[in-house]
Nanobody, 125 residues
Framework: VQLQASGGGPVQAGASLRLSCVASERTFGRMVMAWFRQAPGKEREFVAAINLSGGTTAYADSVKGRFTISRDTAKVTVHLQMNSLKPEDTAVYYC???????????????????WGQGTQVTVSS
């Protein structure tokens, strides 16, 4: 599975951005697609995930209420709507996918087999 992420860019604090990730195929099983981010000098961290079949979602506490992950199952695409952006949201955002995850492993970057190339989000104050 190849993943193509897009939608990043520079914005002011309080602005919104929408990231998109397109998968080249939908694998069998319970495909989960997720967003992670990595800021300079920090480890990659979980942002949000969604199950393509049922639409179940999960969010990091730091983005709850501000970010929304959604899916377009026909296009095997997920979107990350990011509102009320803060400077601390600045990072490279990566999309990831896997079809064998159990719910408890959604937040673990090591659990995902497929990764996109990353898109830079820069939020200035």
């Amino acid at each position: 599975v190849q993943l193509q992420a897009s939608g990043g860019g520079p914005v002011q604090a309080g602005a919104s951005l929408r990231l998109s990730c397109v998968a080249s195929e939908r694998t069998f099983g319970r495909m989960v697609m997720a967003w992670f981010r990595q800021a300079p000098g920090k480890e990659r961290e979980f942002v949000a995930a969604i199950n393509l079949s049922g639409g179940t979602t999960a969010y990091a506490d730091s983005v709850k209420g501000r970010f929304t992950i959604s899916r377009d199952t026909a296009k095997v695409t997920v979107h990350l709507q990011m509102n009320s952006l803060k400077p601390e949201d600045t990072a490279v955002y990566y999309c990831a996918a896997d079809s064998t995850l159990i719910r408890s492993s959604w937040t673990m970057s090591s659990a995902y087999d497929h990764w996109g190339q990353g898109t830079q989000v820069t939020v200035s104050s």
